[in-house]
Nanobody, 130 residues
Framework: VQLQASGGGLVQAGGSLRLSCVAS????????RGWFRQAPGKEREFVSA????????????VYAESVKGRFTISRDNARNSVYLQMNNLKPEDTAVYYC????????????????????WGQGTQVTVSS
């Protein structure tokens, strides 16, 4: 599986961006796809993730506390894509954003742990100016 992240850019504080993550393959019966970010000098941190299963039309989404109410994750199965709508951006949101995919059934614990992800995209830079 190859993941391609896009949509980053430079935006002023209070602005919005929409990140996209497209997967090259789609063979798993279930998975979780998430977004992580890494700012210079800091560790990679969880942002948001969403689940998908062939056996269920529903999904679960989880967010980091720092982005709740501002970011929304969604998926488009037909396009093998997951999106991250980021509103009311703050300078502290500045980072390289990575999408990642986790095979199989996921839980909140596994969705927030970068070590549980099997595939990673190349990252897209988000810069928020004050």
């Amino acid at each position: 599986v190859q993941l391609q992240a896009s949509g980053g850019g430079l935006v002023q504080a209070g602005g919005s961006l929409r990140l996209s993550c497209v997967a090259s393959d789609f063979t798993f019966r279930s998975y979780a796809r998430g977004w992580f970010r890494q700012a210079p000098g800091k560790e990679r941190e969880f942002v948001s993730a969403i689940t998908w299963s062939r056996s269920s039309s529903g999904s679960s989404a989880v967010y980091a506390e720092s982005v709740k109410g501002r970011f929304t994750i969604s998926r488009d199965n037909a396009r093998n894509s997951v999106y991250l709508q980021m509103n009311n951006l703050k300078p502290e949101d500045t980072a390289v954003y990575y999408c990642a995919e986790q095979k199989g059934a996921a839980s909140i614990a596994t969705m927030t742990d970068p070590l549980r992800y099997d595939y990673w995209g190349q990252g897209t830079q988000v810069t928020v100016s004050s």
